[in-house]
């Protein structure tokens, strides 16, 4: 089973950037981005095939998050931009054979980074 580590993540301001990183112990068909609020489902946020470089994103933050990978590391990226007080969230990076925009096709999680987006 293909292991997940997290990094990056913390408290910012409103407006402010962060980037999570996530690597994989070994070579997954895609990796991708979920996070929960308290309270509220676990939603997508992003997600890559690392080979092609496809990505895809949810409509909440198309435009403000950018996900990239490392093939060499086998770590993606999530770069958040201007951040807003609904983006906190626990983010958790997951892998998938054959589709990381569902949650039920896991295979793997991580071990889940805070995001805080104070005013």
């Known amino acids: 089973q293909v292991q997940l580590v997290q990094s990056g993540g913390g408290s910012v301001q409103v407006g402010g950037s962060l980037r999570l990183s996530c690597t994989a112990s070994?070579?997954?068909?895609?990796l991708g981005w979920f996070r929960q609020a308290p309270g509220k489902e676990r939603e997508g946020v992003a997600s890559?095939?690392?080979?092609?470089?496809?990505?895809s994103y949810g409509d909440y933050v198309k435009g403000r998050v950018s996900i990239s990978r490392d093939n060499t590391k086998n770590t993606v990226y999530l770069q958040m931009n201007s951040l807003k007080p609904e983006d906190t969230a626990m983010y958790y990076c997951m892998a998938s054979t054959f589709n990381c925009a569902r949650e039920d096709t896991a295979v793997s999680w991580g071990q889940g980074t805070q995001v805080t987006v104070s005013s």
């Open positions: 070994r070579y997954t068909y895609c």
């Open positions: 890559i095939r690392p080979t092609s470089g496809i990505t």
